[in-house]
C-alpha cells in the first residue's frame, strides 16, 4: 500500500531490506524515484520523492519496493476479454487472454526505457513459455479487461 510518513517509510524500507526504491504510487517515466541504501538515504529521499510526486502527478502517494541492482525488464502486452456474446465472465478462467511477444526493456537510462527488443534474447523458450503461461494465469485471476 501507500506510505503514510517518512517513519512508515522506515519501517516497509527495514522490513524488506535494503537497497528499496521510493517512488511515486502515480509515476512513470523515471520521475519522482529515489533508490536508498539505508535509513539515512530514506530519511533524505522521502521529501524530495514527495515532492516530485506532487510536481510531476499532482498526486504525492509514495510506495516502496525492494530495488534489484542489474535487473533484466521484461514486458508482456496483454489483450483479455470475454468470450464472444458474453459481457462478464462468470468464472476467471473463463477470459479470453492474448498474451504478445515479451519485450526486453532492461537498457535502460534513469529508469527510463532506452530500447526495447523482442524477443527477449536473454529468455530461453522454456522460460518464455512459462512467463506467458503465468501472466495468462494472472490476467484470470484479476478478472483484468
Known amino acids: ?67 534489484i541492482e542489474n535487473p533484466h ?11 464472444p456474446g458474453v459481457v462478464t465472465c462468470e468464472k476467471p478462467e473463463d477470459l479470453q487472454v492474448v498474451v504478445f511477444p515479451e519485450r526486453e526493456c532492461s537498457i535502460q537510462r534513469r529508469n527510463q526505457k532506452v530500447v526495447e527488443e523482442s524477443p527477449s534474447c536473454l529468455l530461453t523458450q522454456e522460460t518464455r513459455l512459462k512467463m506467458v503461461e503465468q501472466v495468462k494465469k494472472l490476467c484470470q485471476k484479476v478478472g483484468y479487461q
Open 73 to 83: 525488464h521484461i514486458e508482456f502486452q496483454v489483450l483479455c476479454s470475454p468470450p
Open 1 to 67: 500500500g501507500t506510505i503514510e510518513s517518512i517513519e512508515h517509510c522506515l519501517q516497509v524500507s527495514n522490513d524488506i531490506g535494503y537497497p528499496v526504491l521510493v517512488k511515486a504510487a502515480a509515476g512513470g517515466g523515471g520521475k519522482g524515484m529515489r533508490t536508498c541504501y539505508n535509513d539515512q538515504e530514506v530519511k533524505e529521499a522521502y521529501p524530495m520523492a514527495k515532492s516530485e510526486a506532487k510536481k510531476f502527478f499532482a498526486d504525492d502517494r509514495l510506495l516502496v519496493e525492494k530495488y
